[in-house]
């Protein structure tokens, strides 16, 4: 698993990528991830890793939902999923 937190001007860009997938802040397009395929998780509302990790599912592209991924659902559930 591999994190990244980037203080981007006003907000932080922030994205977790695991082997089967990645979880990333509002700033990145869950429409464009899903054209390309990815399994992609979106968070909102955090401005740091740990807040990423105490967050749950906002939304996801429907090959994260093939590996079990559901709205509402906890990041650190959603992390086992895609590691």
């Known amino acids: 698993m591999a994190a990244l937190c980037m203080k981007l001007q006003t907000k932080s860009l922030i994205v977790m990528r695991g082997n089967r997938g990645y ?34 599912v906002h939304s996801c592209t429907r090959e994260a939902s093939l590996l079990g991924v559901r709205k509402g659902q906890s990041i650190k559930d959603t992390l086992r999923l895609i590691a």
Not at 27 to 51: C, E, P, R
């Open 23 to 56: 979880i990333m802040c509002g700033y990145l397009d869950l429409k464009a991830a899903q054209k390309f395929g990815d399994a992609a998780v979106k968070i909102t509302g955090v401005s740091n890793i740990g807040d990423a990790l105490q967050t749950t």
